[in-house]
């Protein structure tokens, strides 16, 4: 992907600032002239990231994430959500639809498959202590407006 446009930020894990990062890839993703139903599909699946390095990576802990988003003349957009969190043990099982480690029954155990079914590709990587990566593309539906 030839990117046009690209940013690069961390942030503190903080339940705030999934609604931060959320808004900012939305504001990012504007030159673009995106249709609507699509960026919110995009923010929804950053929250999603975001929430998970929060809750499951630092366990509600100190601890950064870091984002980078670009896009493309055409309107691909790749996003990369990464902590330095506990880690997955089995990436696989993890992404299983309504499998969840919580145990309090908040989590439904849905987040990766609303990512998956919102974005074209999503690709996980992770290793137990050091953290976890995803890296989500969507090609956007856009005319782009430079
Ligand atoms: N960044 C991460 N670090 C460590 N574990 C993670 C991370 N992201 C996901 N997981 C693990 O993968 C499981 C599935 O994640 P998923 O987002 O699909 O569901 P959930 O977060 O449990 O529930 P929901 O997203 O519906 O609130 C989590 O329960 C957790 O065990
Ligand atoms: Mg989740």
């Not at 309107?75 to 959500?81: N, T």
């Not at 997955?88 to 990512?115: C, H, Q, W, Y």
């Amino acid at each position: 992907m030839k990117s046009v446009n690209r940013f690069r930020i961390s942030f503190e894990s903080r339940s705030e600032n999934e609604s931060f990062a959320r808004s900012l890839v939305g504001a990012f993703l504007l030159p673009l002239d995106p249709v609507v139903e699509e960026v919110t599909e995009v923010k929804t699946a950053v929250s999603e990231a975001v929430s998970n390095s929060v809750i499951h990576g630092y366990r509600g802990a100190e601890g950064k994430i870091y984002m980078e988003c670009e896009y493309s003349e055409d309107g691909r957009v790749r996003i990369v959500v990464r902590d330095e969190g506990v880690g997955i043990e089995n990436v696989e099982k993890a992404m299983e639809p309504l499998f969840t480690t919580n145990t309090d029954g908040e989590r439904s155990g849905m987040g990766f498959t609303v990512m998956e079914s919102f974005m074209d590709r999503i690709t996980v990587t992770s290793e137990p202590g050091r953290g976890t990566q995803v890296v989500m593309m969507k090609k956007l539906d856009v005319g782009y407006a430079q």
